[in-house]
């Protein structure tokens, strides 16, 4: 297959909340489109886009899957992005590679929080945007109720381009007001040529159209000032001004469907071709200067046998089999080699990719996800693909003892693919801590981690990582002395200790006159005293925020050693310590969360009883923003709370802020079940 020009290329991203059918609907564009003989179903487990295991017993999409159409002449890239929550790394990798996103609502729900999210992202990128009302056939299914959702929520600038013919179980079509006529083919068959609008429609059909109209005469002043003259627009003319306008994001066409039926899809097809921009009307996504071959990497599937597929764009330029190119991330040359165009986890090989479009390669050895691939070296870094910062950790352990390599570099390919999963090791508890978007997505994480690579891992709470310091001076000796016949040991050193300021850092003042501690000793003192610093004697956890000064001591010409400083420096720390009355510190997390206006009552109580303190509220078209500071011991089971509260429908997000003292009785709570852990361990 030779490259497609540009300008016959549409890639489109499908983004909506989880459940409103956006697999269903790239299932049945691929059939109304003749790429399937059939239509797929999602409780079968026989879509195109869901083909994942974990997809399938689920019911539910997992990760992005790259499809493809011939329709009118044009080649469509379908990206069929998950819409829960938990994977909305997936959405942030589709929508960095295209021209418009087509975003689902449901009929039923309207516009859900994932839809509020998803819009903003495509927002930020500039990118056009195509709505499309699904699920017309459901019961309390309601298009008109959504279309004024989508216009009060996310812009008013969306309008209909579409009309349900009847509504719920009764659907018998779709109205195309841009060209005036309807489809009424039986359900679950391919849709025919167009038919006249049904006589019962005509009305309403008309009213609708002046609304297409105005909104889209307003953006070109020619075509306003022939439609004011009275002048019947030709409909080819409203549909090239209608491109224009979608292209700048000056109007925003919602169409309807009822995918499981195969009830409008003719209509979305041609409303993708003639409302999405080609790569040639809008550009490349990420513009490289100085290169005529560029390509980027948009995700990487890993799988073990066949290795990395590399799913990426090409940004200018054709690619071959045979193009080598240079990855700007490792500096090194890679082979194209096999070339893959992919229809869910369908893979034919071809002999290239034009500019714009999207394609697979396999086996490449160093690249992945977010990687710039050139065909010469020139300055500049890879852009940003603006992961989410994981909000959920757990702590995990293989089931068989000795498997931790095997548990990590599983992880590891895993973090390939989905670049929002972050392993790492917990320099204070141990604890090897997994990271995700949600329970969910490390979940799914480890089933794959156990089904890819034999890795059988167990998950439990991570421990919050507290951190102990001072509030007051103090003073102690510690003197070390042992006789064993023989040489023997003595060390004996006095030290001041007290809080630094932000109860942060660590420093060991050398304030000793006169040699009573000689120069080789004093580093030793040091050293014990930051051994004994790891482990508080409150909780066991790391103390900060402290300064050590070393002011007195003795030592003996024979029986002094490094090792005896050493235990005499950890024998006053301990001493002062518990005089310098040592507080527990704990991790306090901001975060932002965003409900429905009707949960802001239950989710602010619940942050209150969570000792969280209420930042602000940003109320915004039905969904309102809460920003609040939250201990992190309160947050590790939040995703779960939040989910109940709402109905499924809040979000959140969260980050590292600060360390605050904890309240006492919380505190006592926390140090009596270390001290009954420490007992049961040496029991």
Known sequence: MAALEPGKIRNVAVVGHRGTGKTSLVEALLFQSGELNRLGSIEAGTTV????????????????????????????????????PGFQGEARCALRVVEGALVVVSAVMGVEVGTNRLWRMADDLGLSRVLLVSMLDRERADFFRALAQLQAQLSPKCVAVHLPIGAEHELAGIVDVLHMCAYTSPKGAKEGDPSPIPAGMAELAAEYREKLLDAVVETDEALMERYLEGEELDPHDVAAALKLAVTRGEVFPVACAAPTENLGTHA???????????????????????????????????????????????????????????????????????????????????????????????????VQTGDLLLDKEVAGVSPDLGFPEPVMSFAVTPRVKGEEDKLAAAIRRLAEEDPTLRLRRDQQTGEEILSGMSQMHVEVALERAHRRFGVDVELHPPRVPYMETIRKEARAQGRYKKQTGGRGQFGDCHIVIEPLEGRTGYEFVDKIVGGVIPNNFRPAVDKGIQEAMA????????????????????????????????????????????????????????????VPDEAVGAVNGDLNSRRGRLHGMEPASGMTTIRAEVPMAELLTYSQSLTSLTGGRGDYSMHFLRYEEVPTHVAQKVIDETRKAREAAHS
């Open 268 to 366: 979305v097809l041609d409303l993708i071709v003639e409302g999405v921009p080609s790569p040639a009307k809008k550009g490349a996504p990420i513009t490289v200067e100085g290169t005529s071959t560029a390509a980027f990497v948009f995700k990487t599937i890993a799988d073990p046998f066949a290795g990395r597929i590399n799913l990426f764009r090409v940004l200018t330029g054709t690619i071959t089999g045979e193009t080598t190119l240079i990855d700007t991330r490792e500096h090194a040359k890679e082979r194209m080699g096999t070339l893959l165009q992919l229809q869910g986890k369908e893979h034919t090989g071809v002999k290239e990719f034009g500019e714009g479009d999207i394609g697979a390669v396999a086996k490449l050895k160093d």
């Open 535 to 594: 482990h508080g004697e409150l909780a066991g956890a790391p103390v900060q925020g402290v300064r050590v000064r070393l002011v007195d001591g003795s030592y003996h010409n024979v029986d002094s050693s490094e090792m005896a400083f050493k235990i005499a420096g950890s024998m006053a720390w301990k001493d002062a310590y518990q005089k310098a009355d040592p507080i527990l510190l704990e991790p306090i997390m901001e975060i932002e969360i965003t």
């Open 49 to 84: 886009g869901d083909w994942d295991e974990d997809e399938q017993r689920r019911r539910m999409s997992i990760a992005l899957t790259l499809t493809h159409a011939s329709w009118q002449g044009r080649k469509i890239n379908l990206l069929d992005v998950p819409g829960d």
